[in-house]
């Protein structure tokens, strides 16, 4: 255990909880609590050798509300860093985490959640791909969740991760994709523009005569 930390249920003698969560949350160390003047908000700092997850989090919070703080109306939030051993490689962590960073993003914006969970990821390496449709919704709550997903893995694993993503545009911004001899004279497909094969083949009428 670190120097000046605490074991979980010693720094909350007083807090009584399910096996459950005791198992846990037993053998978690307090490294810090901060508060915050402004806000009344507590925010308790933890490392854990096990990954904790967001349900989890958010029930222990609530006890720690209902039982400890209540009376103060202070808020607690559960800052945890895992120190996970070296079977976690990354793109196994986010597998295996995924679900939960899902629950904390529905719990801020139900329409990023939506966007993510429909989204196409590819984890490589230390790097997040995220494929999705384009809108303006969706390239305004991306780019939110780029710096949201560099935060999450940095604070909570020490992990430097890249982010970046690929839009998919929309069929009907999309143009029909002729062949060469119905094009104009010197007309070329332009790199920029999106373009689909057609529902159908084009023939030239020479060759069906």
């Not at 986010?94 to 329409?111: A, C, H, N």
């Not at 993510?116 to 449709?133: D, H, M, R, T, Y």
């Amino acid at each position: 255990m670190g120097e000046g930390s605490m074991l979980f249920f010693e720094a909350f003698d007083q807090l009584t909880c399910d096996k459950e969560l005791w198992d846990v949350y037993g053998c978690a160390e307090v490294v810090k609590v901060v508060a915050s003047k402004e806000s009344k908000n507590i925010y308790i700092h933890i490392k854990s050798k096990n990954l904790i997850h967001r349900s989890d989090i958010r029930k222990m919070e609530e006890l720690l509300y209902r039982q400890l703080f209540r009376k103060t109306g202070n808020r607690a939030y559960i800052e945890p860093y895992f120190e996970l051993d070296d079977s976690f490689d990354f793109q196994k962590l986010f597998s295996v985490y995924f679900d939960s960073i899902l629950e904390e993003i529905k719990e801020e914006s139900i329409v990023t959640y939506h966007i993510l969970n429909q989204a196409e990821i590819k984890v490589e390496n230390k790097g997040i791909v995220i494929k999705s449709k384009e809108n303006c919704v969706v390239i305004d709550k991306c780019e939110k969740l780029k710096n949201f997903f560099a935060d999450l893995f940095r604070k909570r694993f020490g992990y430097d991760i890249t982010v970046n993503f690929e839009y998919i545009k929309n069929e009907e911004n999309r143009k029909i994709r002729l062949p060469a001899f119905l094009r104009e004279s010197g007309e070329d497909e332009e790199e920029d523009e999106a373009y689909v094969d057609p529902p159908y083949e084009f023939v030239k009428a020479d060759e069906i005569i």
